[in-house]
Nanobody, 124 residues
């Protein structure tokens, strides 16, 4: 059984930083692309970032490019999202997801497994 567990969310002031982690159980991690999505109150889930299975290829939503960085540690079966220069509009529940047979995608439908989410609140 595959499980994804996010951590690292919390309350931070605008301009601050947080690092989210997503620990993946099961044997899939090294062969799966990983992604981060977020959902703000009253809004649809939106793509944030993705990284391919090797970690070589990454892609970001325009709203976070240059501020967020995705990375993965296959030895720890963990994917990270380092978030810098946070803005109040970054407030959301952040979800990690795993996609098999993919090189990474911004489309949520391509992902096979999802975590329960971790809440990030950025105060102004």
């Amino acid at each position: 059984q595959v499980q994804l567990v996010e951590s690292g969310g919390g309350l931070v002031q605008a301009g601050g930083s947080l690092r989210l982690s997503c620990a993946v159980s099961g044997r899939i991690f090294s062969s799966y692309a990983m992604g981060w999505f977020r959902q703000a109150p009253g809004k649809e889930r939106e793509f944030v970032s993705t990284i391919n299975w090797s970690g070589i290829s990454t892609y970001y939503a325009g709203s976070v490019k240059g501020r967020f960085a995705i990375s993965r540690d296959d030895a720890k079966n963990t994917v990270y999202l380092k978030m810098n220069s946070l803005k109040p509009e970054d407030t959301a529940v952040y979800y990690c997801a795993a996609a098999g047979g993919s090189d990474g995608s911004s489309w949520f439908g391509e992902y096979d497994y999802w975590g329960q989410g971790t809440k990030v609140t950025v105060s102004s």
